[in-house]
Each structure stands twice: as structure tokens, then as C-alpha cells.
């Protein structure tokens, strides 16, 4: 597709800081790793974490809508997991850091799917929730970003899927962002941005990361 662009290291985790400290993968929407990514990356591995962020899409992204959306569609969920699983275990030093998934929309699907066997100790999603059917019992903390405006069905509407994590006992914490659509903090979609949001957005995030994956 002529739309599709070569990224660096295709097929490979991009790693940021320093061995040993606290993992977090970075999981990209269904852009791909996008330069804006890579940025988000390196300004949290600046927060002394030893960040991974995978290429799921073969070696390529894309800033067109209708090229996401192959491919986001082409993606074999099953491998998506067995690369995030990669990641981590190739960000650890020795295997006994703890290990924080931070997911855009699509990503942040996949962190929050991925985040329910267990081995995560704290997630981070983006615009992004799990259907009734997608969705069991997530054991770690979660932060959840929200746009103002966005589409969503009835049974991923993020109200319920909130209450199914509270019910499960999950802690939740979340945040709305006024006058936001959703891929807000995406900073390669220069029509989507909203740079005082997604500022705001990743300084969370970063606090969060730090009480969750620190004593």
C-alpha cells in the first residue's frame, strides 16, 4: 500500500533507558509506531524507566486512516500477545522488574486484554475498553484516558466497562478530557492532536507508573 511508511528496526522492540529500572511497553494504536510514539517513549524512559515499544505491523506505519484500519485488521491478536510478552521479558534486566503496558485506542486494547493474565502490575489505556466478552478480571491498577467525544457500542461503552473492573475489584482511576476525539494524544496526526490534553494525559500517566511500579 503506498500509504504504508518504513519505521527503524522493523519487526523489533525499540528500548529506551536504562537496564534495570521499571519495564513499561508502549503499545501503538493501529497507526503503527508512529515518530510521535517513539517521542512518548523516550520522554518516559526520561522518568529513570527502561521502556520497549513493539512493532505489531511488520515494519511499517501509516498516517492514513484507511491503511490503520488494514493494518489493524490484518493483526493476528494471538502473535500481538507473544510480542508483547517478547518485549517485556527483553526490557527486563533480570526478570524481576516490575512490568507497567501503556496502549493507544487499538494498543490499548491489546494492554488491557494482555493485562488479565497476570503479568502486568499496572495498566495504562488510551481511548480504549474491552467488550463484556473480551473482558475478565484485570489484577492490577489501572489508569484510563477518555476523550469527550468518542464512538463506542453498547456492550464496550467505557461507564460499563468501568463498573465490571470496580466489580471485579479492580482499582480504577480515569480521566475525561474536554473538547477531546479520540487518537488526541496521538502527535504524528497533526488533525488529531490536542497538545495541552495529551500533556496532561502523559504526566498522569508517568505519576501513575511511578506510585505503581516503584516502593
Known amino acids: 500500500m503506498a500509504d504504508l511508511i518504513p519505521i527503524p528496526n522493523p519487526g523489533a522492540p525499540e528500548l529506551f533507558g536504562d537496564p534495570g529500572d521499571p519495564v513499561v511497553v508502549v503499545l501503538h494504536d493501529e497507526y503503527g509506531r508512529t515518530p510521535g510514539l517513539v517521542h512518548f517513549a523516550e520522554a518516559l524512559s526520561g522518568r529513570a524507566f527502561r521502556v520497549a515499544v513493539p512493532d505489531l505491523f511488520g515494519g511499517v506505519c501509516t498516517t492514513d486512516s484507511d491503511s490503520a484500519a488494514h493494518l489493524m485488521g490484518a493483526l493476528d491478536i494471538g502473535e500481538a500477545l507473544a510480542s508483547i510478552n517478547d518485549a ?72 460499563a ?35 495541552q490534553a495529551a500533556a496532561l494525559a502523559f504526566a498522569r500517566s508517568a505519576v501513575f507508573l511511578e506510585r505503581t511500579l516503584r516502593d
Open 88 to 159: 517485556m521479558l527483553e526490557a527486563q534486566e533480570t526478570s524481576v522488574e516490575r512490568v507497567g503496558l501503556v496502549g493507544f485506542s487499538f494498543g490499548g486494547w491489546l494492554a488491557l486484554l494482555h493485562a488479565q493474565a497476570g503479568a502486568a502490575d499496572a495498566v495504562v489505556g488510551y481511548y480504549a475498553s474491552l467488550a463484556a466478552a473480551d473482558h475478565g478480571v484485570i489484577p492490577c491498577p489501572a489508569l484510563l484516558h477518555w476523550a469527550e467525544s468518542d464512538e463506542w457500542s453498547f456492550d464496550d461503552d467505557p461507564g
Open 161 to 195: 466497562f468501568v463498573a465490571r473492573l470496580r466489580d471485579h475489584g479492580t482499582p480504577v482511576t480515569e480521566h475525561r478530557y474536554l473538547g477531546t476525539g479520540p487518537l488526541f494524544a496521538n502527535a504524528s496526526l497533526p488533525d488529531r492532536i490536542d497538545t
